[in-house]
């Protein structure tokens, strides 16, 4: 799962729209809105791309994308 409130406000900091998520990954706007809302998993090669649209670094990938399944690992 992706951390929607970090990806929306990173939009948000960029003005990106939800049909520039879709045009980036070459997707359907309806399905863009379901993989940032957690509705549909992103892929790996999706995820790349976003981040690179994002323009967010290595170091910051996992607070975007991995946050929820670090903190289920760290958990248990």
Same mark, same amino acid.
């Given at each position: 799962?992706?951390?929607?409130? &970090? %990806?929306?406000?990173?939009?948000?900091?960029?003005?990106?729209?939800?049909?520039?998520?879709? =045009?980036? @990954?070459? #997707?359907?706007?309806?399905?863009?809105?379901? &993989? %940032?809302?957690?509705?549909?998993?992103?892929?790996?090669?999706?995820?790349?791309?976003?981040? =690179?649209? @994002?323009? #967010?670094?290595?170091?910051?990938?996992?607070?975007?994308?991995?946050?929820?399944?670090?903190?289920?690992?760290?958990?248990?």
């Amino acid at each position: 799962m992706v951390n929607t409130n &970090k %990806i929306k406000g990173r939009m948000k900091e960029l003005e990106l729209t939800q049909a520039d998520v879709a =045009h980036c @990954l070459n #997707i359907a706007q309806p399905t863009a809105n379901q &993989k %940032i809302n957690n509705v549909r998993p992103f892929d790996l090669d999706e995820a790349e791309k976003l981040s =690179h649209l @994002l323009h #967010i670094d290595a170091g910051e990938f996992g607070k975007y994308f991995l946050l929820s399944e670090l903190h289920n690992a760290t958990s248990d």
